[in-house]
């Protein structure tokens, strides 16, 4: 049978380990203990991980804030003038807010490290090939 680590069998069914804060979890999914279970247990077990490491939903309960509630609190408490205060706000409101204002940096960090990841896994495959550019 296919061994990953962090999943193991559970009455059939696979179970995932992983840590929160220094706490270790585990979760019985509903998934047989199969080949092909173990390596969706895997995936899930990773994304979990992923999703942690870069803070993305609840942290210990409390909602983590938007990038828009961010960008508020920094128009709020920064020291610019009037003027630069209404670009700034313009800026935000017409090119930013609409497209990222409902996500939370930890989640913009995540999506632009799976970015770079594919970006630097395209430019080796070209590199392979003697495309690179």
């Not at 559970?10 to 173990?38: D, F, M």
């Not at 409390?62 to 020291?79: K, V």
């Not at 003027?83 to 940096?105: D, E, F, Q």
Request: net charge positive.
């Amino acid at each position: 049978m296919d061994r990953r680590p962090g999943v193991r069998n559970r009455g059939g069914k696979c179970q995932i380990r992983y840590y929160v804060n220094g706490v270790e979890r585990a979760e019985t999914l509903p998934i047989a203990y199969t080949k092909a279970g173990i390596a969706s247990a895997a995936k899930i077990r990773k994304d979990k991980i992923d999703h942690i490491r870069y803070g993305i939903g609840e942290a210990d309960g409390e909602a983590i804030p938007t990038f828009s509630q961010l960008a508020q609190l920094w128009l709020d408490t920064s020291e610019l003038t009037p003027t630069a205060r209404r670009a700034y706000k313009s800026r935000l409101n017409t090119h930013w807010l609409p497209y990222v204002g409902h996500k939370t940096i930890a989640h913009i960090k995540y999506v632009v490290h799976l970015l770079l990841v594919n970006v630097t896994s395209l430019l080796d495959k070209l590199k392979n090939r003697g495309d690179s550019p």
